[in-house]
C-alpha cells in the first residue's frame, strides 16, 4: 500500500502539480512574423538602395571607363608576303623552335623504325630472344639517335638561313626556300669534301622545293 503510494507521489512536480493535468489545460499560438510575403525585400530593392556601395562588392567595381586594357600580340600571324598559310607563325621565332622540334621528333621516329627493322633482321650465332630483343634495343638506340639529331641540326640551319634571306628580300617564297636548303645541304656536309657537299646541297634544294610546293597547294 505504501509503495503504490510512493510511486504515485513521485510523478507529481517539485510544486506538487499533475504534469498530465498542467499539459490538458496549456494553450499553444504561433507567432506571425512582422513581414509577409507581399513586403519582404528583393534584391532589385538593395541595389537601388541610397546606401548601396559597389566598390563593396570589389575593389575595381567604380573604375568604369577609366580602367586600360593591356593588349596582347600572341594571334599575331607572321606579315611578311608569302609566308601566309595554314601553319599558324609569328615570325621566325615560331619557324625556328617548331620547325625543329617537329623535324627532330620525326627524325627519331624514322630512325627507330629504321633501327626495328635493322635489329630484328640481324643474323644472331645463338637463337634467343634476349638476344634479339638486346639487338633491337642496340639498333633502335643507334639509328634513332643519328637520324634525330641529324635532322634536328638541318631544321635548325634551314629555318635561320630561311629567316635570314626572307627578311633580307622582304617576301617568302619557294626561291628563297630552295637557296636555304642548298646552303643548308652544304654546310651541313662541308667537312666531307666537296662531292659530298654539292649531293646533299641538291637534296636539300629539291626537299626544300617540294615543302614549299606542298605548304602552298595543300596548306
Excluded at 510544486?15 to 493535468?21: A, I, Q
Excluded at 634544294?205 to 606542298?214: C, E, K, Q, R, V
Aim: one cysteine or more; glycine letters at 12%; hydrophobic letters at 40%.
Amino acid at each position: 500500500m505504501s509503495s503504490s503510494n510512493t510511486g504515485k507521489g513521485s510523478d507529481l512536480t517539485a510544486d506538487g502539480t499533475d504534469p498530465t493535468s498542467v499539459l490538458r489545460s496549456a494553450s499553444f499560438a504561433r507567432s506571425v512574423p512582422s513581414t509577409t510575403p507581399d513586403t519582404a525585400p528583393t534584391a532589385l530593392d538593395v541595389l537601388n538602395a541610397s546606401s548601396f556601395d559597389p566598390a563593396k562588392l570589389h575593389p575595381m567595381a567604380q573604375l568604369g571607363d577609366t580602367l586600360d586594357y593591356l593588349v596582347l600580340d600572341d594571334d599575331k600571324r607572321h606579315q611578311l608576303p608569302g609566308a601566309e598559310t595554314a601553319l599558324p607563325s609569328r615570325g621566325w621565332g615560331d619557324d625556328l623552335c617548331y620547325g625543329t622540334g617537329t623535324t627532330y621528333l620525326s627524325g627519331l621516329a624514322i630512325g627507330g623504325l629504321w633501327g626495328l627493322r635493322e635489329g630484328s633482321g640481324r643474323p644472331l650465332a645463338v637463337s634467343s630472344a634476349r638476344l634479339r630483343i638486346n639487338s633491337i634495343l642496340n639498333s633502335v638506340t643507334r639509328r634513332g639517335s643519328f637520324m634525330g639529331n641529324s635532322a634536328g641540326v638541318l631544321a635548325l640551319i634551314y629555318n635561320a638561313i630561311n629567316s635570314s634571306i626572307d627578311s633580307y628580300r622582304g617576301r617568302h617564297d619557294a626561291y628563297g626556300s630552295m637557296a636555304a636548303g642548298g646552303l643548308t645541304g652544304a654546310l651541313f656536309k662541308s667537312t666531307a669534301g666537296v662531292r659530298p657537299a654539292i649531293a646533299a646541297a641538291t637534296i636539300m634544294t629539291g626537299a626544300a622545293g617540294i615543302w614549299s610546293f606542298a605548304k602552298r597547294r595543300l596548306l
